[in-house]
């Protein structure tokens, strides 16, 4: 047997091997995605990405709640070190906002330009419809569930944890104590003792002082100077994607 491979099966070769790796970067099992949707109760379809569990290991899930006027696309960064860490992974649109505008009738869209109170506070029914749905997946854990959330939905996730006890942990990122009529002064003291990590940056670290202060459960964290809010701290504030994975992580597995 020769040792040599000729010009053609070289070629050949070469072939093979850039389609297997331009497949591999297509679709890699790890950042696998299908299109979630669901109603909530008063009849909103959330829109969503969901990205499962690998393998047939029973994973916690974790549900990313973006902020105003911005959509599910802002979590891109996040979602590859939470599914190398174990999560199945939902990013949802909320209310009015990408693809999460119907029914027609309610007007979602135009609520959110208007800034309508009622609207952002009726965002806790997105989150639980999503606790909902994420549950009824292939190889979900059901007692183990994070929410993480930016600026307004920082105030839906903490609003969403007062209401749900399934819910064991929250990450906030640029919280607000009263993002656009949502009261998380309030909320944060019905929480419990499930740990809450509020991260901000020097100039914007106000809300998250005082949330921390109000709540023995939360703990503030202030990740650079300056002002950059909410999920506009992936790729300029080093570290914050590690920061995140490592504390919903130790969440839920947490005796």
């Not at 309610?106 to 994420?134: S, T, Y």
Request: with cysteine.
């Amino acid at each position: 047997m020769t040792r040599r491979m000729t010009t053609l099966g070289l070629l050949g070769f070469i072939t093979l091997s850039s389609c297997a790796i331009q497949s591999q970067a297509e679709a890699p099992d790890e950042l696998r995605k299908s299109k979630a949707e669901f109603k909530t109760d008063d009849g909103v379809t959330i829109v969503g990405d969901y990205y499962p569990p690998t393998g047939r290991a029973i994973s916690p899930a974790a549900i990313l709640l973006h902020m105003y006027n911005h959509d599910r696309s802002t979590w891109a960064p996040l979602i590859k070190p939470l599914h190398e860490a174990g999560f199945a992974v939902l990013a949802i649109d909320m209310r009015g906002h990408g693809e999460s505008t119907e029914p027609a009738d309610m007007k979602l869209a135009d609520r959110v330009q208007e800034r309508d109170p009622k609207l952002f506070n009726d965002m806790h029914k997105d989150a639980q419809a999503a606790i909902k749905w994420v549950r009824t997946q292939p190889n979900v854990d059901q007692e183990r569930l994070v929410l993480i959330g930016a600026s307004v939905g920082c105030s839906v996730s903490i609003d969403t944890m007062a209401r749900e006890p399934s819910v064991d942990a929250i990450v906030c990122m640029t919280p607000g104590t009263n993002y656009l009529g949502v009261n998380s002064t309030e909320h944060i003291l019905k929480t419990g003792k499930r740990p809450i990590l509020l991260l901000a940056t020097e100039v914007e670290r106000e809300a998250t002082d005082a949330l921390a202060k109000s709540a023995d459960n939360a703990t503030g964290e202030i990740v650079g100077s300056g002002r950059v809010h909410g999920t506009n701290m992936f790729g300029k504030i080093d570290g914050i994607e590690a920061k995140i994975t490592a504390f919903v992580r130790d969440a839920v597995h947490s005796p």
